[in-house]
């Protein structure tokens, strides 16, 4: 099964590499191309989230680990953790922003490239935080100007942690920290070497490209969408069914639904209630970003603490 992982995310890598290319050619010809913000959100709020629509599951077989039989606590922990997130956010925007941005990167990167990589050590799970920066650098480094706004709409408005992004992006830091990410994908390249460790540098190129000719909402859209959440997708669908790809999907889909259509839904009646208050595309950023934040910390922890107790 571990070769059929890595086969099927090598190809899965190849295809949306040439994908990122040919989309960035259309655009290059295109004069004034843009995609709506509405696009980004349905995108995020179908194929995106639809990746973690499985932690029920994962939930269930957590609670048999420490012998709890009462499903309804874990609905109401993931729950909990996730108003907590956004209370948080709204209390203490900046150090919120930038904690998921840490804990995105880790996530991210571990992520993209653990099928890839057998030796948990704790170097290696340095070098996932160090490869998933990339992802946050990125669009901060190609569109500066832009991605300032796009934390400004966040709520974060401390004039201090504006200082500090014009401090790095005027010194350079932000080239070297890209260029550490590079390093790290080398490492990792280099670590016990087979073919298919190529997909590393093409998700590290496609990433460039999306952030070189993309706003940083789309960049991050396409990344999200069509390499992360299909990758652990992908995952998730082996573990279902490992002999029958297409069976395994159906599988897949059918489990995956009710949670995805709940959060999405959720999701729009929160769009509908903050765009009173605010611009539609602004609120349309807030539902995303702060919102895949308070999923993404109970997403991340659940994990943590099943692949742990698993062990």
Known sequence: MENKIKKINFNHSFIFFLFCNIFSLIT????????????????????????????????????????????????????????SVI??????????????????????????????VVENSYLNQLLFLIKGTLIVLAPIYFHFDETINIFKILLVDNENFYIFLNFIETNKILLFGIILSTLAN?????????????????????????NY?????????????????IRHSITLILELEKNNLSLGFKMFVKKALPLTVLTASICLIGLYFINKTYAFDSSILKIIFIGLASLT????LLEYVLEKNEK
């Open 213 to 229: 000719y993309f706003s940083p909402l789309l960049a991050f859209t396409l990344y999200f969408c069509f390499l992360h959440s």
């Open 297 to 300: 910390f109970p997403h991340i």
């Open 87 to 116: 209370i948080l956010w709204i209390i203490i925007p900046s150090i919120s922003l930038i904690v998921f941005l840490i804990v995105a990167s880790y996530h991210f990167g571990k992520e993209d490239t653990q099928f890839l």
């Open 186 to 210: 080398i490492i990792l390249f280099t670590k016990n070497f087979e073919i298919k460790k190529f997909a590393i540098f093409l998700d590290y190129f496609s990433i460039l490209i999306l």
């Open 28 to 83: 290059f010809v295109i004069n004034n191309f843009t995609v709506s913000p509405l696009i980004c959100l349905l995108l995020i709020l179908s194929i995106g989230i639809s990746h973690g629509s499985l932690d029920n599951l994962k939930g269930e077989k957590l609670l048999k680990i420490f012998g709890i039989d009462n499903f309804f606590i874990f609905y109401l922990l993931y729950i909990l953790i996730s108003i």
